[in-house]
């Protein structure tokens, strides 16, 4: 199953399952996400999911924008049908989503909250995958290269 995450300055919020095979977003109380935003037509997007053919196993997501006034964004692009991948980010009036695919998701680690300075303020951020230096990699090749001239 995916999952649409409401964003705002890069901070995840509201998770969304997309637990329907067609999965509509507007201003309309009726859609299965249902936005207050001026910016957001009644009927804005579907999301559609449809089972992967051949090999793949699971499903492949679809995103169309329903004519909307201001239309719909996937990592900066106005589309109007756009097949989903993990981790797109999708525009919708003054909204961000990103959007996961469970399939493609790394759910093994969690993330740690910090409390700031100011009271009642806590903050987490985002482990950036560690990158090896210069000197790690040096090392690394001379232990390489020490291990071939005793063999």
Do not use: C
């Amino acid at each position: 199953m995916a999952t649409l995450i409401q964003e705002k300055d890069g901070i995840s919020g509201v998770k969304l399952p997309i637990d329907q095979p067609v999965y509509r977003i507007g201003r309309a109380d009726d859609n299965e996400l249902s936005i207050d935003d001026e910016l957001v037509s009644k009927y804005h997007a579907v999301i559609e999911a449809v089972e992967s053919a051949g090999d793949e196993v699971g499903f492949q997501y679809y995103l169309q924008d329903k004519r909307s006034t201001n239309h719909t964004f996937v990592n900066g692009e106005r589309v109007s049908l756009y097949l989903l991948t993990n981790d797109d980010l999708i525009v919708i009036g003054m909204n961000n989503f990103r959007f996961v695919d469970d399939a493609h998701d790394d759910l093994e680690e969690t993330t740690r909250i910090q409390k700031s300075w100011i009271p009642g303020v806590y903050f987490a951020k985002k482990k950036k995958k560690k990158k090896k230096t210069a000197r790690k990699k040096k090392s690394q090749e001379r232990a390489r290269s020490k291990q071939q001239k005793n063999n």
